[in-house]
Nanobody, 123 residues
């Protein structure tokens, strides 16, 4: 059974930073491509960032490029999302997800999901 547990969310002022973490257990972490997604109230879940199994390939939503950085630590079985220069529109429940083989921006292609961590950005 694969489990993903996110942490690191919270309340931050606009312009501030947060680092989200997602610990994966149950299978070999290095076999997964990983993604971060978010869902704001009343909105659909959307892609934020993805990282390949090797960590060599990264992809970001246009809305977060230059502000967010995804990374992974295969020793700690953890994927991170460093979020800088946060904006009120970044407020959402943030989820990490895992999939086999090639990384993707497509929600339906991810096999395993965490329960999310709330990020709230105040003005």
């Amino acid at each position: 059974q694969v489990q993903l547990v996110e942490s690191g969310g919270g309340l931050v002022q606009a312009g501030g930073s947060l680092r989200l973490s997602c610990v994966v257990s149950g299978r070999t972490f290095s076999s997964y491509a990983m993604g971060w997604f978010r869902q704001a109230p009343g909105a659909e879940r959307e892609f934020v960032a993805a990282i390949s199994r090797s960590g060599a390939f990264l992809n970001y939503a246009d809305s977060v490029k230059g502000r967010f950085t995804i990374s992974r630590d295969d020793v700690k079985n953890t994927v991170y999302l460093q979020m800088n220069r946060l904006k009120p529109e970044d407020t959402a429940l943030y989820y990490c997800a895992a999939k086999d083989r090639v990384y993707s921006m497509v929600i339906a292609e991810y096999d395993y999901w965490g329960r999310g961590t709330q990020v709230t950005v105040s003005t």
